[in-house]
């Protein structure tokens, strides 16, 4: 059983810079891949970002392109989440998922394991 802890969330202005990790724990397949969604208040949840535990390979909504970046540290089994030049409409709870065979996908449905989610709030 994967267990993900995120942390790194908070209030910021915008333009400003967040750094989120997440923890994983009990035991990550080499062929998964790991990825953050983000819910805001009365919309469902989207994808944000995806990386594959192995590769490194990335992928990335096209409205945080170029301001995101998805990387990962495979020794101490933690995946970031850097958000640069925020803006107020990407405040929601951002969660870190596990999908535990391969392929990058978008829909929340197809990954297996979630954390309990990180509040970013940017202000204006």
């Known amino acids: 059983q994967v267990q993900l802890v995120e942390f790194g969330g908070g209030l910021v202005q915008a333009g400003g810079s967040l750094r989120l990790s997440c923890a994983a724990s009990g035991g990550i397949f080499s062929r998964s891949v790991m990825a953050w969604f983000r819910q805001a208040p009365g919309k469902e949840r989207e994808f944000v970002a995806t990386i594959s535990w192995t590769g490194g390979g990335t992928d990335y909504a096209d409205s945080v392109k170029g301001r995101f970046s998805i990387t990962k540290d495979n020794p101490n089994v933690m995946v970031y989440l850097q958000m640069n030049s925020l803006k107020p409409e990407d405040t929601a709870v951002y969660y870190c998922?596990?999908?535990?065979?391969?392929?990058?996908?978008?829909?929340?449905?197809?990954?297996?394991?979630w954390g309990q989610g990180t509040q970013v709030t940017v202000s204006s």
């Open positions: 998922a596990n999908r535990r065979s391969g392929g990058f996908f978008r829909l929340p449905e197809n990954y297996d394991y």
